[in-house]
């Protein structure tokens, strides 16, 4: 069950996301951005926590669940190291994702070249 419910709201997830794309004039930076922000600011009302404790990685994979562990980190380092916790919490706690993308899309661009594709 776990991973029929890890499908099911990581599908949801996914499905929201492309409605925006299809049915609204927004760009897809802006909908990424704005996964980032509702995964931080359903972290700071309870109720992106409690989704992870139901679907696991559903919940943590797509954008929502990166503003989420940007709050989580945000919030524990307010708890141990005070104000400035606020400034350095979410960079420690997505140190790994973060480096593992600046290092692979390193990898990819020197591995491929950029060509112009024509139609």
């Known amino acids: ?55 696991g990685a559903g919940a943590t994979v797509p954008l929502t669940g990166f503003g989420y562990l940007l709050a989580e980190g945000v919030k524990k380092a307010v708890q141990t190291d005070g104000l400035i916790g606020a400034l350095t919490g979410g960079f420690t706690a997505a140190s790994c994702g973060l480096a593992t993308v600046m290092i692979l899309g390193l990898l990819v661009s020197l591995l491929f070249k950029r060509g112009d594709r024509v139609s």
Request: net charge negative; proline share 2%.
């Open 1 to 55: 069950m776990d991973y029929l419910w890890a499908f099911l709201v990581g599908g949801t997830i996914c499905l929201i996301g492309q409605l925006l794309i299809d049915l609204t004039k927004l760009s897809p930076a802006r909908i990424l951005v704005s996964f980032v922000v509702a995964g931080v600011f359903l972290s700071a009302i309870g109720w992106y926590g409690a989704l992870v404790e139901f679907a």
